[in-house]
């Protein structure tokens, strides 16, 4: 699969995070602004929608 950028909006805090597919899927990874994890069920929503968007 290919690694895309993408743009997902922290549906906690609402930053903005550019970076690769990859990055938002990889366990442990979490919002620079807010430190949720990205494993949670909103914010994996948010990268799939944008993923799709991409
Ligand atoms: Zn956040």
Redesign the pocket.
């Known amino acids: 699969m290919e690694d895309k950028t993408i743009t997902v909006t922290?549906?906690?805090?609402?930053?903005k995070?550019t970076n690769t597919v990859s990055w938002f899927k990889k366990p442990g990874s979490?919002?620079?602004?807010?430190?949720?994890r990205l494993s949670t069920e909103r914010f994996r929503r948010a990268i799939e929608a944008a993923e799709q968007a991409a």
């Open positions: 922290c549906p906690k805090c609402g930053i995070i979490c919002c620079p602004g807010c430190q949720l």
